[in-house]
């Protein structure tokens, strides 16, 4: 309706087991975009590049439980 053809998301790692509500949240949001009519390219980062002091507690919260 607004004329969206393409959509880029940045989706969140999904490792084994049991994730985070926030990265569940993502891969959820993910497959309900691509399930839609409008075309998506979802990126997800594989390796978090930078300085701690930089990062967001977010990022630090899920880098302590899935890069110990």
């Known amino acids: 309706r607004?004329?969206?053809r393409r959509m880029v998301f940045l989706g969140g790692l999904s490792p084994a087991g049991e994730a985070s509500k926030?990265?569940?949240?993502?891969?959820?949001?993910?497959e309900?975009?691509?399930?839609g009519p409008?075309?998506?390219t979802e990126v997800r980062a594989g390796v978090i590049i930078g300085t701690p002091e930089y990062m967001s507690p977010e990022q630090v919260r899920g880098a302590s439980v899935h890069h110990p």
């Open 32 to 35: 309900i975009l691509r399930e």
């Open 22 to 30: 926030h990265l569940a949240s993502r891969v959820e949001t993910g």
């Open 2 to 4: 607004a004329g969206v």
């Open 38 to 40: 409008v075309s998506v």
